[in-house]
């Protein structure tokens, strides 16, 4: 049974900082692209960072540049959002993704953690 399970959520002043888990479980995660998706109260979900499966590259939404870092480990089949300099924007559902096969095509998702940057 595919599992991506997230934490590391919660409310948190603007300026501070959070860092989110995701605990995969169930497929082949050392040969999965990663991704953290979030999604805020009527807009559509965005990609927010991907590593690839070897953590050798990752990329970043240009809103999220210089604040916010991806990682991964691939001997506790877990990836992680350090998140910086929170923004009130930055609030959102925050939602990993796992994706992997032919032409990416199989994709998981967790269940999602929420994120509240407020004072």
């Known amino acids: 049974q595919v599992q991506l399970v997230e934490s590391g959520g919660g409310l948190v002043q603007p300026g501070g900082s959070l860092r989110l888990s995701c605990a995969a479980s169930?497929?082949?995660?050392?040969?999965?692209?990663m991704q953290w998706y979030r999604q805020a109260p009527g807009k559509e979900r965005e990609l927010v960072a991907g590593?690839?499966?070897?953590?050798?590259?990752?990329n970043y939404a240009d809103s999220v540049k210089g604040r916010f870092t991806i990682s991964r480990d691939n001997t506790k089949n877990t990836v992680y959002l350090q998140m910086n300099s929170l923004k009130p924007e930055d609030t959102a559902v925050y939602y990993c993704?796992?994706?992997?096969?032919?032409?990416?095509?199989?994709?998981?998702w967790g269940q999602g953690t929420q994120v509240t940057v407020s004072s």
């Open positions: 993704n796992a994706a992997g096969g032919l032409g990416y095509r199989t994709r998981y």
């Open positions: 590593i690839t499966s070897t953590g050798g590259t990752t």
């Open positions: 169930g497929f082949t995660y050392s040969t999965y692209v």
